[in-house]
């Protein structure tokens, strides 16, 4: 074809490699003109080598740069008097095929104008997977070669076209392009220069291609860490990151660099998030130091930009069609997050899985494979559609989320009433009370903020700061997240009981029978967030706790983060559930104990539950320590939300209702009789016997809080038992269906017939509880709460604490009581605050002689402790109102409602009595909190890898 060419060798400790690239490079169908050889000092034999099979070798020092080396060839070609016009850099671990220079040579024969060409790079030793096809860079740095990870080569790429740049292991370039623009950069010393390069040549109006008929195989030594050399170290992720960043900011357009650098900072941060979401604290360390090192030295930056401008104009409009899009680095974040959460929740799925093989070794006949069905077949032949419309369950599944949705329209927009307190106007309310020491509520208070705010708040900011979008999502998400959680659950104890699992149609019932668990015991009606979010939560959390029997011990203790903050969220919500898992642990370990010899012994055996359990007062911390110095540590026996709550006795504890609320009991009477018929069985007696003795555990704690009885200042009420009611019918659900796998089992026809009509009984518990909840249900959650206060107060108090309405209730009589309304009222999480709150011995007794004797000093004090307003809502007693009358200070106002009497105190205003001390201690406690949450959540999240495996 007329072409010289030169072939320019770099090598340094490739000994392991060199005989078959130098094998390859002589084996060319269209053998080379000359060959240069540079060697950087290797220590391995590497020179020997390179001198047998070309003669003269070029020796540098050990530091020398890739760059610099190839600038190195390029004087020994001088030297020679070499006039050859293309080069082709190989390295000392790449090896070409032997028609791969013939293929390049005949790409740029046929195109003249492309002055860079670049082969197929196939993965050495297994030299099928395909590494790169030309390669591109993203607008964050990351490298981009179009292929997706282990993908091999079946000849779907194989078509020239142009590319941003190509691997310098195998490109073919003319040597006056090369030497025009410089060469490759020397601020690149290994990694990222062929990017650079082909960015610049781009910009130079030269053109690169990649031709996949030229394949050169690649080990890719440096990049996997194959080898260390001087200017790598132990830091490889250091110098491709930090690569990344200086090609991006010297060749990125002038108008866009402020930007870029910006960008990059702040993609660097989230990056480092990502690095410690998978515990890969090392790389992230290495995004840090890469972006410092970068910034520190502008100067390197500017001078590298001068240089590009001063070889020419800069003809960018040529580069840019051949960056990535601007949208695929999002993409591949959603990829990440994706792959993460996959990840972390098939970790019990995974436990089952190795049993299952463990099982098969000790007893091979018992694990063969369930017989394939036309079901399986169809699903192997059809889409997913195709799939999704022939296979009833999946039908049904879709049938009840939708129902769950029609059904939880209630939930939709703002919502108050029943156990359910109005939601602020805006997130920062949330979060004030989360981080305040001191709160402005009442007469002032330092009750810390119930716990379920900080999750609240999460979700309500990342919906746009609406506090209303947050407890909607929760409630209308509810049934759907349970059902997904308990048909996952379900699925991963029947794989621990039998190889082949539960039957489909009993995961369908179990999941949807636990799913509507908070709608049939009327907790959903009723607003009870602690009842909708354990029963949501709690199959995710047993989920989690199924890796405690997990063979291999780093997962047992992956468990224990999982399941430790899976613990922590439920329990910020239902505090209760807490002291269920404390007991019910000291249960298991106990018989653990007893069965299995030595397990006490063995810390991963006890010590992953325990860090599971002891994680929870150390995650809630903040809520804990203060509402027991404060107090308020009956806060830890009672359910979330208005109080008092709704009574739960033995019958409602069998059959999962709470009080008078609820689906009709005979449905939770029905599943009862189903769980104690699961015990026939002898093929799963043994675990349908541990779910009962998790039915006993809460129902033994259950009987003994229902003796507990709680006095407030305002109010009282009864222990929380709203988890146990959930966790029981957990238990009754998960009996159940693991005692279908072995119903109908046997040639019996008794059996059939009895498996069918029990099955039929069964299917009225899920299908009564929808049609109930359809037809029958009238949440109070959608009643609202209404306020007797004039709606003109309402507005004032809401511009400031100081100015809070006084609210006396009741008659001489009777006994009065008052509130002190400040702001928007009573919301969620203030409510929790103020009910704990001790009563204010002094504004009682002001109070008291208000409403008797009241004098010029008693009005003043009220001004000063932020009081605007007095009413007495319908029907005011007429004796007090008769007194306020007379009292020297107060001016009547006005209500809509003539039987309100009302009065302005016509004093100064003043906020300062509400005032009160920070404490230090909960902003440790708060400190200590946010380190925790974030050191918890990458601990229980899986180790995973962005490269490419070797």
Known sequence: MGSSVSALLVSHDGARWLPAVIDGLRAQRTPVDDVVVVDTTSRDGSADLLHDAFGAVVTAPGSTSFPAAVGLGLDELRERGSTSEWIWILHDDANPDPGALAALLAAAAADPEVDVLGPKLREWPSLRRLLELGVTISGTGRRLTGLERGEYDQ????????????????????????????????????????????????????????????????????????????????????????????????????????????????????RMIGFLLVRAVGEALDDLAALLSIYAHPGEVRAARRARRARGPLLEERARPLLAPWWLPYRHGLDFLGDLVTAATNQAQDVAERRRIAAAQHAPASTVARPRTEEDELAEDTGAVARFLTNPVALALAVIVLAA???????????????????????????????????????????????????????????????????????????PVGLWGAWRFLRVVGRLVTPTGAPRWALLWGSATWALVPVASGGWGDGRLGVVVVAALLPWLAHAALGFADPDADHRWRAAWRTGLLLAVGTSFAPVLWLFAVLLGLVVLAAA???????????????PPATAVGLVPLLLAPWWIPAIQRGAAEALLLDVGRLPGPDVDGLGLVTGRLGDLGAPWWLGVVLAVLAVLALVPRATRIPVLVCWVVAAVAAVLAAVLGTVTVSMAATSADAGLGALVVVLQGALVVAVTTGAIAAGQGDATWRRVAAVGLALVAAAVPVGGLAWWFAGSDPAL?????????????????SGAAHGILVVRGSVDDGLTYTVRRGDGVTLGEDEILDLTGADTSFTAEVRELVSRPTPGVIDRLGRSGIEYVVLPSPADGDVAAVLDAAAGLVQASAEDRTTRAWQVDRPLDSSALEGPTSWLRVLLLVAQGVAVVVVAVLCLPTTSRRRSS
């Open 155 to 270: 000849g779907q790429h194989d078509e020239i076209r142009d590319v941003l740049a190509v691997n310098t292991a195998g490109m073919l370039v003319r040597r006056r392009v090369l030497e025009e623009l410089g060469g490759l950069d020397p601020q690149l010393p290994i990694f990222g220069n062929d990017i650079d390069f082909g960015w610049r040549a781009a910009m130079a109006g030269h053109r690169t291609v990649v031709v996949p008929d030229a394949v050169v195989f690649h080990a890719e030594a440096a990049h996997r860490g194959l080898r260390r050399t001087p200017l790598t170290g132990r830091h490889t992720h250091y110098q491709e990151r930090r690569a990344a960043l200086y090609t991006l900011l010297v060749n990125a357009r002038r108008r866009s660099l402020l930007w870029l650098t910006v960008r990059l900072a702040f993609g660097t941060l989230l």
């Open 405 to 479: 949705l029609v059904g939880a329209r209630e939930a939709v927009g703002s919502v108050a009433g029943g156990g359910l307190s109005p939601t602020p106007s805006g997130v920062s309310d949330w979060w004030r009370l989360q981080t305040e020491t001191w709160h402005p509520l009442g007469t002032g208070t330092a009750v810390p903020a119930p716990p379920y705010l900080l999750p609240l708040a999460l979700l309500a900011t990342l919906l746009g700061g609406s506090p209303s979008a947050a407890v909607s999502v929760v409630l209308v998400l509810a049934v």
């Open 593 to 607: 104990f007893a069965i299995v010899r030595g397990a006490g012994r063995d810390r991963s055996v006890w010590g």
């Open 782 to 798: 959608a009643d609202g709460i209404d306020t007797d206060i004039p709606v003109y107060m309402v507005q004032s108090s809401e």
